[in-house]
């Protein structure tokens, strides 16, 4: 079964920085537009970043556009998501998703439903 593995994540104070990695289960992240969702407490799951797979393309949400980066390395087949001047809004679980966008190579999905794979999420909790 195809499955993202994220790591990073954890505790930090507002305006602090984090980084969450996204790796696969052992499949070539190359054909896929990479995105980074997040599930704040109570509240449904929203996408903040997306990355194309050809990676000239990256999407915002207003919320975190100037403080969020999404990046991907092909080498080491990795996408990751620096966050940065976190603030106690950004709390909650962040959640990697794939999208196998091969005849599409500058589409980023907008929905949730429309990826296909996922990874299990990673808690962030920023502290006021």
């Known amino acids: 079964q195809l499955q993202l593995v994220q790591s990073g994540g954890g505790l930090v104070q507002s305006g602090g920085s984090l980084k969450l990695s996204c790796g696969t289960s052992?499949?070539?992240?190359?054909?896929?537009?990479i995105a980074w969702f997040h599930q704040a407490p109570g509240k449904e799951r929203e996408r903040v970043a997306c990355?194309?797979?050809?990676?000239?393309?990256?999407i915002y949400e207003d919320s975190v556009k100037d403080r969020f980066i999404i990046f991907r390395d092909y080498g080491e087949n990795m996408a990751y998501l620096e966050m940065n001047s976190l603030q106690p809004e950004d709390t909650g679980i962040y959640y990697c998703?794939?999208?196998?966008?091969?005849?599409?190579?500058?589409?980023?999905?907008?929905?949730?439903?429309?990826?296909?794979?996922w990874g299990l999420g990673t808690q962030v909790t920023v502290s006021s």
């Open positions: 990355i194309t797979r050809t990676g000239d393309d990256r």
């Open positions: 998703a794939a999208h196998n966008t091969i005849h599409q190579p500058n589409w980023c999905p907008q929905r949730e439903e429309q990826y296909d794979i």
């Open positions: 052992g499949f070539p992240l190359d054909y896929y537009a």
